[in-house]
């Protein structure tokens, strides 16, 4: 088993740019939450994915969306990028609350 | 609202000292609680975790926490500190409702071991 897997690993973006990041969940995982997590920061929940809906979302702005496909893997778009953008990007699958998995993360610069 | 707290940004420890990692949190109703460990450049790994009943956990690694509802507390220990074991470290706690629910995490403790 991969668990969970996140492409790519690191992405370097220009301000205004979008951006799409990957993650596969971990094998019979149905639910993909997203995380964003700052420089010395702790992880803040973006979104949740369950059945291609998304269930719950954090306090993000709506240029940050994402999408669930029928293989349950996922995806999560930024548009017009900013600089304070920048973070790791952390994928959690799960097949119950409680039992988060998390992805290596995806590395995004803004410059 | 529902937060963590953890109070030390960062500790420094000898290697083979014991270890106490802090943690609050405010959580309206019986909390989830976990312990994640973050190497650089990496993602997190979930050391433990408390849903209910004995209020000492065992966790992998050699560490443990014990939940103290009077203190609103789920402090993290290790008896004797490995020189691996120096890593970013994440309380969170579950908000959860029915199938669905996040983590709500605290800003983290660095840990630093002394040789």
């Known amino acids: 088993d991969a668990g969970v897997t996140q492409s790519p690993t690191h992405l370097i973006k220009t301000r205004g740019q979008q951006v799409t990041l990957r993650c596969s969940p971990k094998?019979?995982?149905?639910?993909v939450s997203w995380y964003q997590q700052a420089l010395g920061q702790g992880p803040q929940f973006i979104f949740q994915?369950?059945?291609?809906?998304?269930?719950q979302r954090g306090n993000f702005p709506d240029r940050f969306s994402g999408h669930q496909f029928p293989n349950y893997s996922s995806e999560l778009n930024v548009n017009a990028l900013l600089l304070g953008d920048s973070a790791l990007y952390l994928c959690?699958?799960?097949?119950?609350?409680?039992?988060?998995?998390f992805g290596q993360g995806t590395r995004l610069t803004v410059v | 609202a529902q937060s963590v707290t953890q109070p030390d940004i960062h500790i420094t420890v000898s290697e083979g000292a014991s270890l106490e990692l802090r943690c609050n949190y405010s959580?309206?109703?019986?909390?989830?609680l976990f312990w994640y460990v973050q190497s650089p450049g990496q993602g997190l790994q979930l050391l433990l975790k408390?849903?209910?009943?004995?209020?000492l956990v065992q966790g992998i690694k050699g560490f443990e926490a014990e939940f103290k509802r009077s203190q609103s507390s789920f402090n993290l220990r290790k008896p004797s500190v490995h020189w691996s074991d120096a890593a970013e470290y994440f309380c969170?706690?579950?908000?959860?409702?029915?199938?669905?629910?996040?983590?709500?995490f605290g800003q983290g403790t660095t840990l630093q071991v002394k040789p």
């Open positions: 959690a699958s799960s097949l119950a609350p409680g039992e988060a998995f």
């Open positions: 094998s019979g995982h149905d639910t």
């Open positions: 994915y369950y059945e291609e809906e998304e269930r």
């Open positions: 959580y309206g109703a019986t909390p989830y």
């Open positions: 408390y849903f209910s009943g004995d209020t």
């Open positions: 969170a706690v579950g908000a959860f409702s029915g199938n669905t629910g996040k983590l709500i």
